[in-house]
T-cell receptor
Framework: KAGVTQTPRYLIKTRGQQVTLSCSPI?????VSWYQQTPGQGLQFLFE???????NKGNFPGRFSGRQFSNSRSEMNVSTLELGDSALYLC????????????FGEGSWLTVV | QKEVEQNSGPLSVPEGAIASLNCTYS??????FFWYRQYSGKSPELIMF????GDKEDGRFTAQLNKASQYVSLLIRDSQPSDSATYLC????????????FGKGTLLTVNP
């Protein structure tokens, strides 16, 4: 069974630009959640989507947004990039119930210069 | 502010010893507790989860939960150099396991 797939794996962007990251969940999983990991703040929850609806959102500015498609694939977008957005962005999938465990993809490493 | 606290380490143990990793959490409403292992440059990998007070064993790993003390721990028996990694404690937030609050992790080094 294929795991969570994230693309691109590595990217470099310039301040002020925007970026879109993609995530394909484990087959059959309908929930996709996104996390940001930085050395200073650790792993922080961004948002979660289930059946194309955002169910929960973390404490991040509106520059961070996401969406989910009917095939459960998800994208997250960060607009007007700042240096502090440099991080590992992790996507995690689960079947969808609140009691299900989440499984992480390999992540997308974003560097903002 | 719901918090999860871990000793950042590094925790250094000799090969074959027991490694003990600890975590405390602030939200008394938390119901699910997870341990993830993260190798340098890699994504977190789920090791164990525990929901009930007491011990849960899986191979060389034992998770221990004490909700009254708001404390969860992970014991690694017969530690191997391949166990050298950062161990992340995570707690569910708002009753949903997809929204986890993570500690900053404990770096474990197992010396041959």
């Amino acid at each position: 069974k294929a795991g969570v797939t994230q693309t691109p794996r590595y990217l470099i962007k310039t301040r002020g630009q925007q970026v879109t990251l993609s995530c394909s969940p484990i087959s059959g999983h309908r929930s996709v959640s996104w996390y940001q990991q930085t050395p200073g703040q650790g792993l922080q929850f961004l948002f979660e989507y289930f059946s194309e609806t955002q169910r929960n959102k973390g404490n991040f500015p509106g520059r961070f947004s996401g969406r989910q498609f009917s095939n459960s694939r998800s994208e997250m977008n960060v607009s007007t990039l700042e240096l502090g957005d440099s991080a590992l962005y992790l996507c995690a999938s689960s079947p969808g119930g609140s009691g299900n465990t989440i499984y992480f993809g390999e992540g997308s490493w974003l560097t903002v210069v | 502010q719901k918090e999860v606290e871990q000793n950042s380490g590094p925790l250094s143990v000799p090969e074959g010893a027991i490694a003990s990793l600890n975590c405390t959490y602030s939200d008394r409403g938390s119901q699910s507790f997870f341990w993830y292992r993260q190798y340098s440059g890699k994504s977190p990998e789920l090791i164990m989860f525990i929901y009930s007070n007491g011990d849960k064993e899986d191979g060389r790993f034992t998770a221990q939960l004490n909700k009254a003390s708001q404390y969860v721990s992970l014991l690694i028996r017969d530690s191997q150099p391949s166990d050298s990694a950062t161990y992340l404690c995570a707690v569910n937030s708002g009753g949903s396991n997809y929204k986890l609050t993570f500690g900053k992790g404990t770096l474990l080094t197992v010396n041959p």
